[in-house]
């Protein structure tokens, strides 16, 4: 039985994004009319969160495929033909999958802006989680945008950022000694969004590096204060994780972080990822 687009109910959880729907069941397949009232939340408030979910991996890819085609695991390791676009992030090491491992605090950034062609959606679904921390931070980068001075706007909307996936296993800091080969690209530091056609801030505390056309020290001083600006309480929103959530967000207008928590105890998330378009 598909989910009837009457059932919905859209509740927002901040001012700056974030909204909670309600009325779906993401075990089953959904209606056109049920699909297009989720898209349409989706573009409004960049995260959408389903509580209380009972799904399989399957399941969860069925509903990303409705957003677009599915990134493969990139590594090629997966155990079997239906895990091919599933992860695990999760601190755990026996779950006999392909796993990103994680503990601790985390840093905002963009799934795949190293890349030429990031990812378009991620999401997760929360299979265990600590007691307390391991929250996610979501911050509006439209907004983040609107409201810097208008000069530096004017001064920035020409430009690329370079990003680099290079911080040596610690998601507070990147190595001093760059990795030539590790994964990066510039993008424009403020991304075109192709379905709103709004700009979006595109730089983040732990991936971005530097500027082009910038000498080194202004570029330092510029991403700080892009850093900082974006970053404030008025942009982000917390999510406080249960059980059973299944997460959704616009990579390409919100920056996500990880708050810490207690390394001796479980967090598992199961991950998969839409693909993306080229960045403008």
């Known amino acids: 039985m598909a989910?009837?687009?009457?059932?919905?109910?859209?509740?927002?959880?901040?001012?700056?994004?974030?909204?909670?729907?309600?009325?779906?069941?993401?075990s089953e397949p959904l209606t056109p009319q049920t699909l297009k009232a989720i898209e349409e939340a989706w573009y409004e408030h960049l995260v959408i969160i389903f509580r209380d979910q009972d799904i399989s991996n399957d399941d969860q890819v069925r509903f990303c495929r409705y957003f677009g085609d599915l990134e493969e695991v990139r590594t090629g390791k997966y155990a079997n033909e239906e895990m091919q676009y599933t992860m695990m992030i999760t601190n755990v090491t026996d779950t006999g999958m392909q796993t990103a491992l994680e503990n601790g605090e985390m840093w905002f950034h963009s799934d795949q802006c190293y890349y030429e062609i990031?990812?378009?959606?991620?999401?997760?679904?929360?299979?265990?989680?600590?007691?307390v921390g391991g929250n996610t931070l979501f911050a509006n980068c439209y907004?983040?945008?609107?409201?810097?001075?208008?000069?530096?706007?004017?001064?920035?909307?020409?430009?690329?950022?370079?990003?680099?996936?290079?911080?040596?296993g610690n998601p507070l800091k990147r190595g001093d000694n760059v990795d030539p080969d590790?994964?990066?690209?510039?993008?424009?530091?403020?991304?075109?969004?192709?379905?709103?056609?709004?700009?979006?801030?595109?730089?983040n505390r732990l991936m971005t590096d530097y500027i082009e056309g910038m000498d080194p020290e202004e570029s330092d001083d510029v991403l700080q204060q892009l850093f900082e600006h974006s970053e404030k309480s008025e942009f982000t929103y917390e999510h406080v994780w249960r059980v059973g959530d299944l997460m959704i967000w616009d990579n390409r207008c919100a920056m996500h972080a990880r708050t810490d928590f207690d390394p001796d105890e479980r967090r598992m998330m199961r991950r998969i990822t839409i693909k993306g378009e080229t960045v403008r």
Do not use: F
């Not at 997760?124 to 007691?131: D, V």
């Not at 969004?193 to 730089?203: R, S």
């Open 118 to 131: 990031p990812c378009r959606a991620s999401t997760l679904y929360a299979m265990e989680i600590p007691a």
């Open 3 to 26: 989910t009837a687009i009457a059932d919905i109910d859209v509740r927002p959880l901040s001012d700056a994004c974030g909204a909670e729907i309600l009325g779906v069941d993401l």
């Open 182 to 203: 590790a994964p990066q690209y510039s993008h424009p530091v403020a991304r075109l969004h192709p379905e709103t056609g709004k700009h979006a801030l595109y730089v």
């Open 143 to 168: 907004k983040a945008w609107e409201m810097l001075p208008l000069d530096l706007r004017e001064k920035l909307q020409p430009l690329k950022a370079h990003n680099i996936y290079d911080y040596v």
